[in-house]
């Protein structure tokens, strides 16, 4: 064997440079897809993750220098450390979030800055022992190359397979275990070198049995957190590449959260959902085609198919797990009246952003049912490019209508979307109504001719008649319309707008 050229333990301390690689991003995702679940914005809560991680990493580095001799024991004992912390960061967090909720973001940075300074510690002590035997130049080709690919795989997987299969806190023990491993087999590579032999690997199989009985309570673990955080009993969770769908119930029937925000209460859901589709529906007269973005739960299509002049229902939902719960789980399909089951209806599971450049269809109505704009990849629907693209997919008589967060908590959001959609050539109709799960809640309907009052609106209706319908247009002093800048891509004026009014900046 020639000096430079690998031995079996170069090769398996560069097998686990791939391992560590994938296992530090994993947690730096983890982190960031709960502070966004949590807290709201993403692209602020990833940047601001990524950001300290990526320090956190230099400081580790830099303290490397300090660690002189009995390399593979301390290499050994950051291993068994990162598995422990970062394998458990997702469970730690969760239950933080429901039993001490003001303590979450002190909690998320210290795990956060604690894992990347023990990733940030580990390359360099890989380096320095596989010094021993490879080149410099081929030690950092090498070295960067197995880091890379690691972070390649698991940023792939995690998106894609990890997060919808497993969930955050499976996926974060499921690496703790795979760093777990690289810490036992550096046990047993350096068997010879390490003093404290017997005390290693009980500190080994600790870590290993910590993690796999977490691991098999992974899902008690859950429902702990949940309990507390949910106000009624969970009846059924999911986490999806886009957002963690949990439906509860209790004395108010079935209640749907996403990412932890509340999107309907079965009490009280047909108040906002009445509100939503009959004003612009019944104001059309006969619409035949209609196509509905968001409202994957198929309560706005329940009630878009009381009329018989309807044709056809194009529902535009990016989340294919939200569509397919609302159609094929039977207690949520009945909250719908099997609506997405209907013949009429077409599911199309993309982005409406996207799907309003590519289609060439026009629709008679467009209700647009989409969540708040608490982040920036939610806020470009609420944007002047957006209502160009839905003006240019409405018949000439066509009315779109707008979900429009509630125009008493958050006044100039509410406004503002008004002032964007006009700001595409299109007349505004505004409208409130009041949601008790809510609170006062407001809509716009959008169009090319003046909206005007329906004659008749579908029978069976709990809420919704024509003398309510003409006080819903009414906006006392407090609600009343104020002025406000148009909602552009290149500013995202109302999200920040958003985040003020409803007090999620700071908390």
């Not at 999911?238 to 999107?263: D, W």
Request: a neutral charge; charged letters at 15%.
């Amino acid at each position: 064997m020639t000096p430079h050229s690998p031995r079996p333990i170069d090769i398996a301390l560069l097998a686990s440079v791939f391992v560590v690689a994938a296992c530090g991003l994993l947690y730096e995702l983890a982190a960031g897809a709960l502070a966004s679940y949590l807290l709201g914005d993403s692209v602020l809560q990833f940047s601001t993750i990524i950001g300290t991680y990526l320090f956190a990493m230099g400081v580790g580095s830099w303290l490397s220098r300090y660690l002189e001799r009995q390399l593979p024991a301390h290499f050994l004992r950051i291993e068994l450390l990162v598995a422990l912390v970062g394998g458990t960061l997702p469970a730690v967090l969760f239950i933080a979030n429901a039993y001490v909720p003001g303590a979450f973001r002190l909690l998320l940075y210290s795990m956060v800055l604690l894992v990347g300074t023990l990733v940030g510690l580990e390359i360099p002590l890989v380096m320095r022992i596989l010094k021993r035997n490879v080149a410099l130049k081929d030690l950092v080709s090498q070295v960067l190359t197995f880091d890379y690919l690691g972070a390649l795989a698991v940023s792939l997987a995690f998106p894609l397979w990890l997060v919808p299969q497993l969930g955050l806190i499976r996926t974060g023990l499921l690496f703790g275990l795979l760093n777990a491993a690289v810490g036992l087999w550096a046990l047993w590579l350096f068997r010879h070198e390490l003093r404290h032999l017997l005390a290693h690997t009980l500190a080994c199989l600790l870590v290993l049995l910590t993690l796999l009985a977490a691991l098999w309570g992974a899902e008690h673990i859950t429902t702990f957190a949940e309990d507390k955080f949910y106000q009624d009993r969970i009846v059924f969770t999911a986490a999806s590449p886009y957002q963690r769908i949990v439906v509860t119930h209790g004395k108010a029937g079935h209640r749907l959260y996403l990412n932890g925000n509340l999107q309907f209460a079965q009490r009280d859901e047909y108040r906002y959902h009445e509100a939503l589709v009959h004003p612009a529906m019944s104001a059309h007269g006969a619409p035949r085609k209609v196509a509905v973005l968001g409202g994957g739960d198929g309560m706005a299509v329940r009630e878009i198919l009381k009329y018989p002049s309807v044709e056809s229902v194009t529902l535009v939902e990016l989340d294919p797990a939200m569509t397919r719960l609302f159609s094929q789980h039977p207690t949520l399909a009945q909250l719908n009246s099997h609506a997405l089951s209907n013949p009429k209806v077409h599911i199309i599971n993309t982005d409406a952003f996207q799907w309003l450049q590519d289609t060439t269809e026009m629709f008679d109505v467009v209700v647009v049912d989409f969540p708040d704009p608490t982040n920036f990849a939610i806020g470009k629907l609420y944007t002047h490019s957006f209502y160009a693209l839905l003006e240019q997919r409405l018949a000439a008589s066509g009315y779109a209508v707008v979900q429009t967060t509630s125009p008493l908590v958050a006044r100039r959001s509410f406004w503002t979307v008004v002032q964007t959609i006009e700001s595409v050539g299109l007349q505004t109709m505004p409208y409130h109504a009041h949601v008790p799960s809510f609170g006062e809640w407001g809509f716009v309907i959008a169009s090319r001719r003046p909206w005007r009052m329906p004659e008749a609106l579908p029978a069976g209706l709990q809420f919704l008649n024509l003398p309510t319908l003409e006080l819903l247009r009414d906006f006392p002093l407090d609600m009343a319309r104020v002025p406000t800048e148009v909602h552009r891509l290149s500013n995202q004026v109302l999200v920040h707008t958003y985040e003020q009014e409803w007090g999620l900046v700071g908390h």
